[in-house]
């Protein structure tokens, strides 16, 4: 799903996590089943992490959570508690934008396919969803 590239702007609630991403107007967003996607209901989609830019002192309002293989780095504000973005276990290259913490007006069409987080190694292998973070010639 390729469309024009526009430049997305999001963050948290409160507003002290801010960031901009070039992303296509058109998106596949995952909805994920792993242990903490689901307890989050998180739907994201990946963009390659050198279209992604926090802005401002968005830095200093970002805590990180790791578990099993420490590869996913799960950021969230420390004064909201709301994770706009993160580093996907999928995509370690790229980040995962939290669909609905994008400011509305920018996105023509989402997608939303379901990803099998309970089932990693075999989601990954089958969905290419590993291919999201990579720069296309195309784009």
């Not at 792993?34 to 002192?57: A, I, K, T, Y």
């Not at 990180?64 to 994770?83: L, N, R, S």
Request: charged fraction near 20%; include cysteine; aromatic fraction near 8%.
């Amino acid at each position: 799903m390729e469309s024009e590239l526009v430049l997305h702007n999001g963050g948290c609630h409160c507003k002290n996590v801010r960031w901009k991403v070039q992303a296509p107007t058109s998106v596949i967003a995952w909805k994920c089943n792993c242990s903490d996607c689901s307890m989050r209901g998180n739907v994201h989609f990946v963009v390659p992490r050198q279209r992604f830019e926090l802005l401002g002192d968005s830095d200093q309002f970002i805590t990180t959570y790791t578990f099993g293989t420490h590869t996913a780095k799960h950021t969230f504000c420390k004064v909201c508690g709301i994770t706009s973005f993160y580093t996907p276990r999928s995509n370690p290259d790229g980040i995962a934008v939290t669909l609905a913490c994008l400011d509305p007006g920018t996105l023509s069409h989402v997608e939303i396919r379901r990803a099998d987080g309970k089932n990693w190694e075999d989601f990954v292998h089958r969905s290419g969803i590993a291919l999201q973070s990579k720069i296309h010639s195309t784009q």
